[in-house]
């Protein structure tokens, strides 16, 4: 639908270790869909 905007949000849980989310937000506007949040995470660095 255009002029409409959404978040694209997965993320990973670990019941009584601890949970992470990575977000994306998409608008779609009338002619393109434009995303936010860039550059695309594309793998899980642990902070240890």
């Given at each position: 639908?255009?002029?409409?905007?959404?978040?694209?949000e997965?993320?990973i849980?670990l019941?009584?270790?601890?949970?992470?989310?990575?977000?994306?937000d998409?608008?779609?506007?009338?002619?393109?869909?434009?995303?936010?949040?860039?550059?695309?995470?594309?793998?899980?660095?642990?902070?240890?």
């Open positions: 639908m255009p002029r409409t905007c959404f978040s694209i997965p993320g849980y019941p009584g270790e601890f949970g992470i989310r990575s977000e994306l998409v608008y779609i506007s009338d002619r393109e869909a434009v995303v936010y949040g860039l550059p695309i995470q594309t793998e899980i660095v642990p902070l240890l």
